[in-house]
């Protein structure tokens, strides 16, 4: 399956932005999906995962009651809505793939490119 995320830009703390991973080249449905970012000079993190019915979703404590993942199995698109964002959400964000689900990187085998975020203050 190959991503594309999309959506960044740079936004005033307070705002919102929605982040969107579109997938292509397999059965989109049969996989959990998972948003990461990565700001600079920092390690990978995880942001939030949806499973692939979407009956689960987990986030990091970080964004959690501010940023909301969902899914359109039938557009082939899992979303990402982050309200509320503050300057330490400034990161490359990116979305992964896998059949598993779960919050650590290495769990999922594919991956889009980064879109970035960068929130003023």
């Known amino acids: 399956v190959q991503l594309q995320a999309s959506g960044g830009g740079l936004v005033q703390a307070g705002g919102s932005l929605r982040l969107s991973c579109a997938a292509s080249?397999?059965?989109?449905?049969?996989?959990?999906v998972g948003w990461f970012r990565q700001a600079p000079g920092k390690e990978r993190e995880f942001v939030a995962a949806?499973?692939?019915?979407?009956?689960?979703?987990y986030y990091a404590d970080s964004v959690k009651g501010r940023f909301t993942i969902s899914r359109d199995n039938a557009k082939n698109t899992v979303l990402l809505q982050m309200n509320s964002l503050k300057a330490e959400d400034t990161a490359v964000y990116y979305c992964?793939?896998?059949?598993?689900?779960?919050?650590?990187?290495?769990?999922?085998?594919?991956w889009g490119q980064g879109t970035l975020v960068t929130v003023s203050s």
């Open positions: 949806i499973s692939r019915g979407a009956v689960s979703t």
């Open positions: 992964a793939a896998d059949q598993s689900f779960g919050t650590a990187a290495v769990t999922y085998d594919y």
């Open positions: 080249g397999g059965t989109f449905s049969s996989y959990a």
